[in-house]
């Protein structure tokens, strides 16, 4: 009975741990489906320009605060037109209550044409001027599908743009909240003592701050006549500053359970070094904790984010983000004149789901030896 | 089974338990059927995996929402079909009529209430009882388990008794609507020796009073032998031999019966040639432990010592057994020895050298001669490293080996050492089974050609069949590379397979030590008389008194 090995089978290949996570993962339908809005909200962020008719900063100052258009095929005589089309909005104002009324007007119709020739976008340093879709620029054509903003910018294309910045800061922060929580966290538990003890108190102390004053306090401090890029990268330090802490807390603890295993105390009885231990035992074995933690603290930080610059403390003009195009209607009447102009509030509460989604499909895929 | 004169009790027949799992569909068991006759003790005996449990369960009803139980089954309990009744109904009948104890006693009861509590709830959802009453019957409840000091015991909380205490509070509440079955799946696996012994006892004279039933549900051969009428030996899902136990164990007809039987560990270790020079040796080693506690301004520490004073000498080719039950210090003293941890206090030497004031870069090269396998196989392992690297990592670390292919070669030698095929080096620890994967553990260690090993418990975590294969394996190993072992272990039955000397360790003092056969064979000291004779006897004989002090 001392045949060794009897049920593995020499043929099948060996899978890696990701390549297992892989598969569990792909079995895991809500979390993919979330890992697909995720990819098409990163890919529209990215390529932004592209998907949108307008730059968010172009005015159109005959349309200010224009309702949405929607996209039809079919026309008043009910003929079937390939092409997609909006009709051009005609004006009305009440002659009671002196308020705008807008109604379709059937005599305008704008064919949508697509990879049209737009204004100038940059990627990577190129310079591109094809857009996805759009209508004609001459004779007065215009397309608002989420309509316009007070001054008669184009919600939609903000919006897509807003995407990018958003989601840039969501990344940015928890990329480097993340490094700076596993150095922390990771030496903190592998050390211990007094080092252990003194950052442990730090991260206490940082962990006692009451958040928002302290946002806000932060903001305050920021140059009010700064550059926007300038604020934002400001912005994305305080939010890193008061979401490493927490995060080097569980690397710590998940460090020192895995130091009380017996695989690292066999490799300190081969006489490997202390690097060796953390590089090649210890820290690997925590990756997959880190990737959920990162999935589940994006859509967090996108809500932060949306939060503060709809209070108007966050992200500056002319940079657009989902919150700062909210705070537009941080008044009630114009909320009431333009309730499209929530449009953001949609994509927040898509991503932030897509985001959820994906990180309780990777929770459930990393740990692939509990299944059988 | 012959049992025409007897009454059945309970009556099972075709039972068959399927889960359905991603890739298709897993048959846990399949067609057993067996009958229980009243007042006696039915063993169900396999290895892990082998349905045994899920058997059980599926008696009464306790299986979980996914489990498909097939169409014919049939569970007829004194003349009542449990098949196809309600939760409801089958409420009434568990606890009352047929009771369980598990395993685990740390988990299996509520620690937000206290053990009388549980008892008086479990009295009242059967009987109609009020509380005064059903509080005096759980106190007659923990003295007929006999916990000392009942009436303390009755408002404690389960965290403030020991395991085997625990053990009999669920004990307790098994027998508290005095049932006509009781189902005890490995009710003493968690437990030290000497505790099991008294609860197998217990039960056995509960099951007297009461004329209980029991199913018995174990690994453990040794139990079975001295505790059951009847026995079950399932493998695979499937009763694959059946009969008395005294018939069964000394004529077992089935392969797989007989390999069980014959895995018990025998043999004695082969007799040193002359006076080895010794290889490790451990003088008045201390290891204390210091235990904070108190408020952030009132700090106290407080030391544990966790071995005192310990002498220990191991030769060259001999082994050395440490034997204690949980909390002894084994473990400590172990890892001690050969400075993974560091000890307060005496002198270590291997060979010549003293290595207990060394540090931690001048130990290195200690570290190819002293090596180490540990008792879960499943933590000791790195999942994220393929076998080879997991064998070679001693080699890369300490320069062994001039190339990458001359390392592989060792890996190979020495994965060929532990019987595993060398082709295995490229696969991951998860893709082994529990004995694959202590081979894999011990070939990390012999790769290195240690002279020195320190084994803690290196086959507690398996089956029987698997242990007994690592035994050999650690026997040949021995005599081919003439090793000097440290054996720590709670098994008595290892360590007198294996080891010339022995060391009875109890709360970090050594209690007795000599060679095997005489320490095992005719222990001096009380301690040791009744570790012996819970590893041999198993059912403890006294009831209490002798026993007790360790408790």
């Known amino acids: 009975m001392s045949v060794a090995n009897p049920e593995i089978q020499t043929s099948k290949a060996s899978l890696t741990y990701w390549e297992l996570v892989k598969r569990r993962f792909l079995r895991n339908r809500y979390g993919i489906f979330g890992t697909i809005i995720v990819l098409t909200v990163v890919i529209i962020g990215i390529l932004a320009p592209f998907f949108s008719p307008y730059t968010p900063i172009r005015t159109d100052k005959d349309r200010q605060y224009f309702p949405p258009q929607s996209i039809h095929f079919f026309d008043e005589e009910g003929s079937f037109h390939i092409r997609p089309f909006v009709y051009g909005l005609g004006e009305e104002m009440d002659p009671v209550t002196y308020e705008f009324t807008f109604a379709p007007d059937p005599e305008q119709q704008f064919p949508i044409q697509f990879f049209v020739e737009g204004e100038s976008w940059d990627f990577l340093g190129l310079e591109f001027k094809t857009r996805l879709f759009g209508v004609s620029e001459a004779d007065g054509q215009y397309l608002y599908l989420f309509g316009t903003d007070n001054l008669g910018r184009d919600v939609y294309s903000r919006m897509l743009i807003g995407t990018r910045v958003t989601l840039l800061m969501a990344f940015l922060v928890v990329a480097i909240a993340a490094l700076i929580g596993v150095i922390v966290g990771v030496c903190s538990g592998y050390f211990a003592g007094t080092f252990d003890l003194v950052t442990q108190r730090f991260v206490e102390f940082m962990g006692a701050f009451p958040d928002l004053p302290l946002y806000l306090a932060l903001l305050a401090l920021l140059p009010r006549r700064a550059d926007a890029v300038l604020v934002f990268i400001m912005f994305a330090g305080i939010l890193v500053l008061l979401r490493w802490a927490q995060f080097s807390r569980e690397i710590r603890g998940m460090v020192i359970s895995i130091r009380g295993l017996d695989y690292v105390r066999a490799a300190e009885a081969v006489g490997a070094s202390r690097p060796r231990i953390l590089f090649r035992h210890i820290v690997p074995n925590t990756t997959s904790q880190i990737v959920v933690w990162v999935t589940y603290q994006l859509p967090d930080v996108i809500l932060l984010e949306s939060f503060l610059s709809f209070l108007g403390v966050g992200v500056q003009p002319p940079m657009v983000s989902w919150g700062s195009m909210l705070n537009q209607i941080l008044d009630f009447q114009s909320f009431n004149a333009a309730p499209w102009m929530m449009a953001p509030v949609g994509g927040i509460i898509l991503t932030v789901l897509a985001f959820n989604a994906m990180g309780d499909g990777l929770r459930d895929a990393v740990d692939p030896y509990s299944d059988k | 089974m012959s049992t025409n004169s007897e009454q059945i009790l309970l009556k099972a027949k075709d039972i068959e338990v399927g889960f359905p799992i991603i890739e298709g569909f897993v048959q846990a068991v399949r067609g057993v059927s067996f009958e229980i006759v009243q007042g006696k003790t039915l063993a169900l005996v396999g290895e892990s995996g082998s349905g045994k449990s899920v058997t059980a369960r599926a008696l009464m009803g306790m299986l979980s929402e996914r489990a498909v139980v097939g169409k014919s089954a049939s569970v007829e309990f004194s003349g009542q079909q449990l098949i196809g009744l309600s939760e409801e109904?089958?409420?009434?009948?568990?606890?009352?009529?047929?009771?369980?104890?598990?395993?685990?006693?740390?988990?299996?009861?509520?620690?937000?209430?206290?053990?009388?509590?549980?008892?008086?709830?479990?009295?009242?959802?059967?009987?109609?009882?009020?509380?005064?009453?059903?509080?005096?019957?759980?106190?007659?409840?923990?003295?007929?388990?006999?916990?000392?000091?009942?009436?303390?015991?009755?408002?404690?909380?389960?965290?403030?008794?020991?395991?085997?205490?625990?053990?009999?509070?669920?004990?307790?509440?098994?027998?508290?609507?005095?049932?006509?079955?009781?189902?005890?799946?490995?009710?003493?696996?968690?437990?030290?020796?000497?505790?099991?012994?008294?609860?197998?006892?217990?039960?056995?004279?509960?099951?007297?009073?009461?004329?209980?039933?029991?199913?018995?549900?174990?690994?453990?051969?040794?139990?079975?032998?001295?505790?059951?009428?009847?026995?079950?030996?399932?493998?695979?899902?499937?009763?694959?031999?059946?009969?008395?136990?005294?018939?069964?164990?000394?004529?077992?007809?089935?392969?797989?019966?007989?390999?069980?039987?014959?895995?018990?560990?025998?043999?004695?270790?082969?007799?040193?040639?002359?006076?080895?020079?010794?290889?490790?040796?451990?003088?008045?080693?201390?290891?204390?432990?210091?235990?904070?506690?108190?408020?952030?301004?009132?700090?106290?520490?407080?030391?544990?010592?966790?071995?005192?004073?310990?002498?220990?000498?191991?030769?060259?080719?001999?082994?050395?057994?440490?034997?204690?039950?949980?909390?002894?210090?084994?473990?400590?003293?172990?890892?001690?020895?050969?400075?993974?941890?560091?000890?307060?206090?005496?002198?270590?030497?291997?060979?010549?050298?003293?290595?207990?004031?060394?540090?931690?870069?001048?130990?290195?090269?200690?570290?190819?001669?002293?090596?180490?396998?540990?008792?879960?196989?499943?933590?000791?392992?790195?999942?994220?490293?393929?076998?080879?690297?997991?064998?070679?990592?001693?080699?890369?670390?300490?320069?062994?080996?001039?190339?990458?292919?001359?390392?592989?070669?060792?890996?190979?030698?020495?994965?060929?050492?532990?019987?595993?095929?060398?082709?295995?080096?490229?696969?991951?620890?998860?893709?082994?089974?529990?004995?694959?994967?202590?081979?894999?553990?011990?070939?990390?260690?012999?790769?290195?050609?240690?002279?020195?090993?320190?084994?803690?418990?290196?086959?507690?975590?398996?089956?029987?069949?698997?242990?007994?294969?690592?035994?050999?394996?650690?026997?040949?190993?021995?005599?081919?590379?003439?090793?000097?072992?440290?054996?720590?272990?709670?098994?008595?039955?290892?360590?007198?397979?294996?080891?010339?000397?022995?060391?009875?360790?109890?709360?970090?003092?050594?209690?007795?030590?000599?060679?095997?056969?005489?320490?095992?064979?005719?222990?001096?000291?009380?301690?040791?008389?009744a570790l012996v004779n819970a590893a041999f006897e198993v059912v403890s004989d006294q009831p209490q008194s002798a026993s007790q002090s360790f408790n």
């Open chain 2, 89 to 529: 109904q089958l409420q009434k009948i568990r606890g009352s009529a047929i009771s369980m104890i598990f395993q685990e006693p740390m988990t299996s009861l509520n620690p937000l209430y206290t053990v009388g509590n549980q008892i008086i709830e479990s009295i009242q959802a059967h009987r109609k009882m009020p509380k005064k009453e059903a509080r005096s019957e759980a106190l007659r409840l923990l003295q007929e388990v006999q916990i000392p000091n009942p009436e303390a015991r009755l408002d404690q909380y389960p965290h403030q008794l020991s395991g085997g205490q625990r053990q009999r509070v669920m004990i307790a509440l098994a027998i508290a609507n005095e049932p006509k079955l009781l189902i005890a799946d490995e009710p003493t696996t968690a437990l030290d020796v000497t505790i099991q012994a008294q609860i197998l006892r217990l039960i056995k004279d509960l099951q007297v009073k009461y004329g209980m039933s029991v199913l018995l549900i174990t690994h453990d051969l040794n139990v079975v032998r001295k505790t059951s009428e009847q026995i079950c030996v399932m493998r695979n899902g499937e009763i694959v031999e059946r009969g008395l136990t005294e018939e069964v164990f000394t004529n077992p007809q089935h392969p797989y019966t007989k390999h069980l039987i014959q895995s018990e560990p025998k043999g004695a270790p082969p007799p040193l040639q002359g006076e080895p020079p010794t290889s490790l040796q451990g003088d008045k080693v201390r290891v204390v432990f210091k235990i904070r506690h108190g408020s952030f301004f009132n700090r106290k520490t407080e030391d544990l010592v966790a071995v005192n004073d310990v002498s220990i000498k191991v030769r060259q080719s001999e082994s050395v057994g440490v034997v204690g039950e949980s909390g002894s210090g084994k473990t400590t003293l172990g890892l001690a020895l050969i400075r993974l941890i560091s000890s307060q206090g005496g002198e270590i030497l291997f060979g010549d050298r003293r290595i207990d004031n060394v540090d931690r870069k001048d130990l290195r090269d200690l570290r190819t001669s002293v090596q180490v396998v540990f008792q879960d196989p499943f933590s000791s392992l790195n999942p994220r490293m393929i076998v080879r690297q997991i064998i070679a990592e001693g080699l890369v670390v300490n320069n062994i080996g001039s190339s990458d292919a001359d390392r592989d070669e060792m890996v190979r030698i020495a994965l060929k050492d532990v019987q595993m095929d060398p082709d295995v080096m490229d696969r991951f620890p998860h893709e082994f089974s529990g004995g694959q994967r202590q081979r894999i553990a011990i070939a990390r260690a012999m790769v290195m050609k240690p002279k020195f090993v320190l084994l803690d418990e290196p086959t507690s975590a398996l089956d029987l069949s698997i242990q007994a294969q690592i035994i050999d394996l650690l026997k040949d190993l021995r005599d081919k590379h003439k090793l000097s072992y440290l054996f720590i272990s709670h098994d008595l039955k290892v360590i007198k397979a294996l080891c010339h000397n022995v060391l009875v360790m109890q709360h970090g003092n050594v209690v007795e030590a000599g060679p095997t056969d005489q320490v095992l064979v005719n222990p001096q000291k009380e301690y040791t008389k």
